[in-house]
């Protein structure tokens, strides 16, 4: 099963926007919109951020948002602050299959 | 709240047997699936796969076909996943999440760090 790709690392400044590209293939993230991001806090659980491709569930800050284009989906965090510090996942069905794929990860360090 | 608690941590040699639980409400276990999750030291999450708690259906990830097997009790609400034979390869941090119809894991456990060692 391929492992869906994000950069090791971004950052950015505080009040600052940053983009997490999360690339699949056709036959992941481009098959369905059921693309999911998780946010892990050192020493923490994952925690659901964005469902669907662009869904929040309740209680998820607004400056969370999700989007899709083709085989990539993306996580944009606006209004950075210093508790946005963490390890971010993307997920998406494989197609064809019940299974579900994890991206590498992505850490987050707010300057 | 709804919450899935997990057993706590582990050490163990290789070869040796294990099972880790996870425990939650009715409603958690009647609605969908409980997934679990494994994370090596310092790495990224895999999908080892899911049970259905109603059925104790299963589906694996090919990457964990064969190693762990996944169970359920549906009267206490609690899923197991288990190793026959530990290796060393096994060491991680494992969660149980609840899996909604949508592929989205909106519960997770705390966690349960498992370490194989001699």
């Known amino acids: 099963q391929s492992v869906l790709t994000q950069p090791a690392s971004v950052s950015g400044s505080p009040g600052q926007s940053i983009t997490i590209p999360c690339t699949g293939t056709?036959?992941?993230?481009?098959?369905?919109?059921?693309v999911s991001w998780y946010q892990q806090l050192p020493g923490e659980a994952p925690k659901l951020l964005i469902y669907e491709v662009t869904e929040r569930p309740s209680g998820v800050s607004h400056r969370f948002s999700g989007s899709k284009s083709g085989t990539t989906a993306s996580l944009t965090i606006s209004g950075l602050q210093a508790e946005d510090e963490a390890d971010y996942f993307c997920c998406s069905y494989a197609a064809g299959s019940t299974f579900l794929l994890f991206g590498g990860g992505t850490t987050l360090t707010v300057l | 709240e709804a919450q899935l608690v997990q057993s706590g941590a582990e050490v163990k040699k290789p070869g040796e047997s294990l099972t880790i639980s996870c425990a939650g409400s009715q409603h958690i276990f009647g609605n969908y699936w409980i997934t679990w999750v494994r994370q090596l030291p310092g790495q990224g999450l895999e999908w080892m796969g899911r049970i259905d708690p109603s059925d104790s259906s299963t589906t694996y990830s090919p990457s964990f076909q064969g190693h762990v097997t996944l169970s359920a009790d549906k009267s206490i609400t609690t899923a197991y996943l288990q190793w026959t034979t530990l290796a060393a390869s096994d060491t991680a941090k494992y969660f149980c999440?609840?899996?909604?119809?949508?592929?989205?894991?909106?519960?997770w456990g705390q966690g349960t760090m498992v370490t194989v060692s001699s």
């Open positions: 056709t036959n992941d993230v481009g098959a369905y919109n059921l």
């Open positions: 999440a609840h899996e909604n119809a949508r592929g989205a894991f909106d519960i």
